[in-house]
């Protein structure tokens, strides 16, 4: 029998209080911190891997991530606001076209103390990569994922039209030849679409094909005014008129992909994986590189994704630049692209064999953006307060031609006169 005293009763109640209580000074130690992302449709499955790692990496720290939003555009808009409310999250992943933004407002905070006591080789932070997160004489933030827009296509359409299954098409004048003839297919089948509302990325795309910039180097009148720009819209035009491109909203576009019922589609990298996921074994799809515009001038943007800090508390500094650095790192890169198509930005991932090496040999989808990187220029930053208005008057006039409701001439002018009104400094 035994026998229950004091002391035998004050050491099992000393045992089970440590076991109550010690989970709580763990909790006590670990620093919280929120992380908004957006666009879940394509960073949800890297995110949740990214998070996964970091947390069974550094348990000291909490990470929850906020609601995503849908697009870039909501997540700046949403951000604004959380900067006029006082209620920002800890870190917030954001269009790379928007940092500047940020770091102008001082809503990002300046991660050059951080990174001056880091070994940036060993990190594999390159200098194109810290350049990417650097506006208004700061390190605003870190990039995070890269894109260029890359041309998709359903090889069983192109066959069914009479093209080669292997011979992709390299102009845009053999892309919309080959949309007419996919498109009298009939059966609902649609030739081409390039995705262009949502933002101005897009647009950029056709722009710096041809050799031309969104403002002038002192950033106080446009530039895209200029032949440049008119060849833009004019062929974006002739995709309509007549490659027959359909006036796809929302994800239509992707949908009808998916479906078999489109033949080209002109969208980001970073939709590889869901885009494969969605097709299965529909039809034998294929990527390749985005037509050539001017072999000598042409540049294509980097769309994509970089993280930045909100937070001035030190405690949840430190916490969150742990989150940021490992989302940044060789293993958070690798993360990233296996589970988008995002091109790596880490240099560690893209040097060394072990991360990725195999990974696109035994993929070939994701190749075409990584023979693109040579040609890819910032996506451009427009400074001032208007920078996401300035977006939005581009991608409501480029409806205009959508809709094919004015000229390309008109489109250009107009757009010119109301952006004008929205950049500072201007003349």
Not at 212 to 225: H, I, P, Q
Not at 324 to 339: D, H, Q, R, V, Y
Not at 375 to 402: C, E, H, K
Request: glycine residues 8%; neutral net charge; contains cysteine.
């Amino acid at each position: 029998m035994t026998i229950i005293n004091r002391r035998h009763s004050l050491a099992i109640m000393g045992g089970t209080a440590a076991s109550v209580f010690m989970p709580a000074i763990v909790r006590a130690n670990t620093t919280e911190i929120s992380v908004h992302y957006s666009m879940p449709a394509i960073f949800k499955e890297a995110q949740d891997a990214v998070l996964a790692a970091f947390s069974a990496k550094h348990p000291e720290v909490k990470a929850t991530y906020l609601n995503p939003t849908p697009t870039y555009e909501d997540g700046a808009q949403l951000l604004l606001r959380n900067a006029a409310t006082n209620s920002l999250p800890d870190v917030s992943f954001q269009g790379l076209n928007r940092l500047r933004l940020f770091a102008e407002r001082g809503v990002a905070q300046d991660l050059a103390p951080l990174l001056a006591r880091e070994d940036l080789v060993k990190l594999g932070y390159s200098k194109p990569l810290l350049g990417l997160g650097f506006h208004a004489k700061m390190q605003c933030g870190l990039a995070f994922a890269t894109s260029n827009p890359i041309s998709y296509y359903n090889v069983d359409l192109l066959k069914r039209a009479g093209l080669s299954g292997t011979d992709y098409p390299t102009t845009w004048d053999a892309t919309i030849a080959a949309s007419q003839k996919i498109k009298a297919l009939g059966d609902g089948i649609e030739g081409m679409f390039f995705r262009w509302p949502g933002d101005d990325w897009m647009f950029s795309a056709l722009l710096y094909g041809h050799g031309g910039r969104m403002l002038s180097e002192d950033e106080k009148d446009v530039a895209f005014n200029g032949p440049e720009g008119l060849a833009a819209l004019k062929l974006f035009d002739r995709m309509v008129k007549e490659g027959g491109m359909p006036n796809y909203a929302g994800t239509a576009d992707l949908q009808a992909f998916a479906a078999g019922k489109l033949g080209q589609m002109f969208r980001t990298t970073a939709q590889v994986r869901s885009i494969s996921n969605t097709v299965g074994s529909n039809f034998e799809l294929k990527t390749s590189l985005m037509p050539v515009i001017d072999p000598v001038k042409g540049r294509l943007p980097t769309g994509g994704a970089g993280g930045m800090i909100c937070t001035k508390d030190p405690a949840k500094q430190e916490a969150a630049w742990k989150f940021l650095k490992f989302a940044t790192s060789g293993e958070g890169t690798t993360l990233m692209a296996k589970n988008t198509g995002y091109v790596p930005c880490n240099q560690l991932a893209i040097d060394d064999p072990s991360y990725l090496g195999d990974f696109y040999k035994a993929n070939p989808l994701f190749q075409a953006a990584t023979k693109q990187v040579h040609l890819m220029v910032p996506w451009y930053a427009f400074p001032g307060q208007n920078s996401v208005r300035v977006t939005q008057v581009m991608v409501d006039n480029l409806a205009r031609i959508a809709e094919q409701k004015a000229t390309p001439e008109t489109v250009l002018a107009d757009m010119a006169t109301e952006v004008r009104k929205l950049i500072p400094r201007a003349s």
